[in-house]
C-alpha cells in the first residue's frame, strides 16, 4: 500500500472516510440478498414475478443512468454519491413499509378475461426501481473520483485498494441480513441495512472532492455531447456488451441463489455463499490491482472471465454446500478480478471531463444483463430449474469471454495481443501524471 504514502494527511483521511461511506453502501445493499426474494415470494409470488421484482432494480439503473452520469461530469461526484446513498439509506425503509400493509388484489377484464393483480406487488416494483438509483449514482461517481486521485502509473492499485468496499460489504451486508431474518424476521433485516444507509450518507457529507467541474462550456452554443452516441465508440462497445452477459451471470446469482438453495435441498445460510464471494474478491483484489499497472489490464479481464465461467458451471453442478461454497469462492475471484479492472481500462481510456459519462455507459450493459436476467431466467426456471439457470449464465459468461478476446481493440491481432497482455491498450489516453 506504498502508494498511499505518497499522499498528504488530508488525502488519506478523505480517502478514508470515503472508504467507510462504500463499506456502508455495499453491506447496506448486499444485506437484503438473502431476504428480498424470500420475502417477495412470501407474498404468493412465483419464479418469473420473482425475478421482474428484482429486475425492477435495473430498470431504475437505466432510467437514471444517462442523467447521474451528466451531472458527475458537470456538478461534481459528490453531489452525484451523495442521491446514491440516500437511496441506500430509503429504500429498505420502503420495503418495511409493504411488509406491513394489507393485502390489495383485485382484478380486471381483459376482453373476456380476468386478471388477477396483486397491488403490493406493484408497489414492490416500484421501491425496487428507485432502489436502483442508488448503483447508478454512487458507483460511477465513486470509480471517477477514485481515478481523479490516483496517477496514471498506479491507477490499477489505487483502484484495487479502494474497491475492496465492495467485498467487505458483501460479506458483512448478506451474512447480516440472513443473520437476523433467522433470528427474528424481515423487518428486523429491512431496518438494520437503512440505518447502515444513514451512516453512509454521514460519511459522505464530511468527503472533499478534487474534481473540479467546467462551470461553462466553450462554446455555450455548441450542442452537448450526446450520451448515448459515446456508446458506439469502439472503446466503449466491447466492454458494454461484455458486462452485458457478465450482468446476466451477476443477475442470476443475486435473485435466484436462495431460491436454488432451497430448491436443492441443501442445508446452507445463502449468506455465507455471498461471504465466501466476498473473501475471494477481497483477497483477489490486493494482488490484481498492483499487478495490472505492470503488466497490463487485458490479461486480467481474460482471467475475470474464465472465472466467471467456472463459477456458473459450478453453481450449476452443486449438489452440496461445500460445493456452493466453492462456487462463490470462484465468483468472488472472478468479480474482484473483472470489475476492478474494467473501471482501470476505462479509466484509462477517459478524460476526466467524461470519466462519469464513459463509466456510466459501460456499466449500463451490466445493468441491461440484470434487467434481463430476472425476468427471462425466471420465466425459465419456471418450466426448468432454478439449476438449468446457472448452466445457461455460464453459457453467457464463456460468450462474453470470445467477445473480448477478440474485439477489444482495433483489430483482431491487437485484440488477441491485448487481452492475453502481449500488447497495450491502443484505446488508451495518454495524460499527464495526476491528471
Known sequence: MRVFASFDSALRWNLAILFAAGLCFWAGLAGLLPTLPLFIESLGATGSQIGIVMASFAFGLLVARPWLSRLADERGRKLVLMIGMVSIAIAPFLYLFALYLPPLEWQLSWGDRLLDVNGILLLLMAF???????????????????????????RGELIGYMSLVNPIGMALGPALGGFLLEWNDFSFAFMAMGLLGIVGVICISQVTETYTPLVDRPDPHAPRPQFWSLLLT????????????????????????????????????????????????????????????????????????????????TFWQADSAQVLLLAGLIQGGAAGTLIPMVAAMMGDRSAPNERGKVFGLVMVGFDVGI??????????????????????????????????ITTSSKDLDHSLRFSLGQGRDLYAVDLPAGK
Open 128 to 154: 425496487r426501481a428507485f432502489h436502483g438509483l442508488s448503483i447508478a449514482a454512487f458507483v460511477v461517481a465513486y470509480s471517477a473520483l477514485i481515478v481523479d486521485i490516483s496517477p496514471p502509473a498506479n
Open 234 to 313: 469502439p472503446r466503449v462497445k466491447t466492454p458494454a456488451f461484455m458486462l452485458l452477459l457478465v450482468g446476466l451471470a451477476f443477475g442470476t446469482l443475486s435473485t435466484f441463489i436462495p431460491l436454488f438453495v432451497r430448491e436443492t435441498g441443501i442445508a446452507l445460510n445463502v449468506g455465507l455463499i455471498y461471504t465466501a464471494s466476498a473473501i475471494a474478491s477481497f483477497g483477489i483484489r490486493l494482488a490484481v490491482g498492483r499487478a495490472s499497472d505492470r503488466f497490463g489490464r487485458g490479461r486480467f479481464i481474460t482471467a475475470g472471465l474464465l472465472l466467471y465461467t467456472l463459477s456458473m458451471l
Open 371 to 404: 434487467a434481463f436476467a430476472g425476468p427471462v431466467f425466471g420465466t425459465f426456471a419456471d418450466f426448468v430449474s432454478y439449476r438449468g439457470c446457472f448452466g445457461l449464465a455460464g453459457l453467457m459468461t464463456f460468450l462474453g469471454l470470445l467477445i473480448f
